[in-house]
């Protein structure tokens, strides 16, 4: 069984003997662990050892309480995951070890939050980024890894890490797709059948937006249009589909490479959200 420390005083003894002697990994979870963040833990695993999971569902970055409330947690199933991943400890803290008293201190990242996610979920970047840096602040790894699926979110961490000096080298891994292309996410288990089918239309509108770039189509407005058309199925709400600049996350008028393109779709009740980059 692999060993779990639910106390940051507890992770932090576990540790001490490993500092000094190599590279401590990292990969930060909110839990409900699947293929996706397999392939994190076995990228660390190349790199790093030991190799540290956090499992916490943290509830500053929730804009809506219910989705908290509907978050999966099943502790006993991501423990087997990570062990059968190459994962040689996990940190797995309650809400009130991480946030011991009412929360008065924050980090905002500013400027790559206005748009996007971070513009339909107020406060949703200011909770990753601050549980990301307590996380960093107790493990202390050498190397963090995230998935490039929350693009926003990468950005954000990368950018925090800069301005605050973190000593961690931030690696970025690719997203993990289902055979469709849906990407991989502990969301897509709300799926019924039906939406599951009708959620990959996401991908597939992700996808002819870049055809349309590699063809050298490089205004978005028609990109938007041509390829959000895909989108228009029944049960689905768009909530955004743009194209962006990587270094700014902001929406661009031309298309031109390197460009994300970003969307985000409600499918019943459960938000999915997808990118892929256009170099």
Do not use: W
């Given at each position: 069984m692999i060993p779990v420390e639910h106390t940051i005083d507890g992770i932090r003894k576990a540790l001490e003997p490993h500092r000094h002697r190599g590279s401590i990994g990292f990969v930060?979870?909110?839990?409900?662990?699947?293929?996706?963040h397999a392939r994190l833990i076995e990228v660390a695993r190349e790199q790093c050892k030991p190799v540290v999971v956090s499992i916490f569902v943290n509830p500053?970055?929730?804009?809506?309480?219910?989705?908290?409330?509907?978050?999966?947690?099943?502790?006993?199933?991501d423990l087997a995951l990570a062990a059968n991943s190459g994962a040689q400890m996990v940190f797995a803290p309650s809400a009130p070890e991480m946030y011991p008293s009412q929360a008065e201190t924050f980090v905002e990242v500013q400027g790559l939050t206005q748009h996007f996610c971070g513009a339909s979920r107020p406060g949703?970047?200011?909770?990753?980024?601050?549980?990301?840096?307590?996380?960093?602040h107790i493990i202390q790894p050498d190397v963090a890894l995230f998935g490039e699926k929350d693009a926003q979110q990468l950005?954000?961490?990368?950018?925090?890490?800069?301005?605050?000096?973190?000593p961690v080298a931030i690696v970025a891994v690719?997203?993990?797709?289902?055979?469709?292309?849906?990407a991989?996410?502990?969301?897509?288990?709300?799926?019924?059948p039906d939406e599951r089918r009708t959620a990959v239309c996401l991908y597939h509108a992700l996808t002819r937006a870049r055809e349309l770039i590699h063809a050298g189509e490089r205004d978005s407005h028609t990109?938007?249009?041509?390829?959000?058309?895909?989108?228009?199925?029944?049960?689905?709400?768009?909530?955004?589909?743009?194209?962006?600049?990587?270094?700014?996350?902001?929406?661009?008028?031309?298309?031109?490479?390197?460009?994300?393109?970003?969307?985000?779709?409600?499918?019943?009740?459960?938000?999915?959200?997808?990118?892929?980059?256009?170099?």
């Open positions: 930060p979870t909110m839990g409900a662990l699947h293929a996706g500053l970055q929730f804009d809506q309480p219910e989705d908290f409330e509907r978050y999966q947690r099943n502790l006993e199933s949703h970047f200011r909770g990753v980024a601050t549980v990301v840096a307590k996380l960093f950005a954000v961490i990368e950018r925090m890490v800069l301005n605050l000096n973190f690719p997203t993990v797709r289902e055979p469709d292309g849906l991989l996410s502990s969301r897509n288990a709300r799926l019924a990109i938007r249009e041509q390829a959000g058309a895909l989108l228009l199925q029944p049960g689905v709400q768009i909530d955004y589909f743009d194209v962006a600049d990587p270094k700014t996350m902001c929406p661009v008028s031309t298309a031109g490479p390197p460009v994300y393109v970003m969307g985000a779709i409600r499918v019943g009740a459960t938000r999915l959200i997808d990118n892929l980059l256009c170099r």
